[in-house]
């Protein structure tokens, strides 16, 4: 154990390797990271938008919610196919943890627009 442990390196490699079943040589670098990390953002937050880009008024509020739950629930499918989770169970879930954050933001951003 102390020989695996010797130095910090070596740690982490077999940690990640062990406990949290990546390999550490197949991982990405730094600028694969930021651009996938910059590609994820920008498609989550271009999904709300679209529907204003075509309606005004409350018409592109209901887009906008209804695109919004479906790009989750989609996504959390998607997250099934690699976690090899239920797929209902796992869009539901989805659903719901972005339909919270999502309503908390909404309360916030009307709770800072009166006190403004």
């Given amino acids: 154990m102390a020989t695996l442990f010797a130095t910090p390196d070596r740690a982490l490699e077999a940690m990640l390797r062990d406990e949290v079943g990546l390999d550490p040589h197949a991982i ?18 271009i999904v709300p938008l679209l ?21 989750l629930f989609l996504l959390g499918l998607g ?23 999502a309503a908390v933001t909404y309360v916030i951003g009307q709770a800072i627009g009166t006190a403004l």
């Fill in 28 to 45: 990405g670098g730094q600028s694969a990271a930021a651009t996938s990390s910059f590609v994820a953002f920008v498609s989550g937050a």
């Fill in 51 to 71: 529907p204003f880009l075509l309606l005004s008024g409350m018409p592109a509020f209901v887009g906008s919610v209804a695109l919004s739950l479906t790009a």
């Fill in 79 to 101: 997250v099934s196919f690699l976690t090899e989770r239920p797929p209902i169970r796992c869009g539901l879930r989805q659903l719901a943890l972005g339909g919270v954050a």
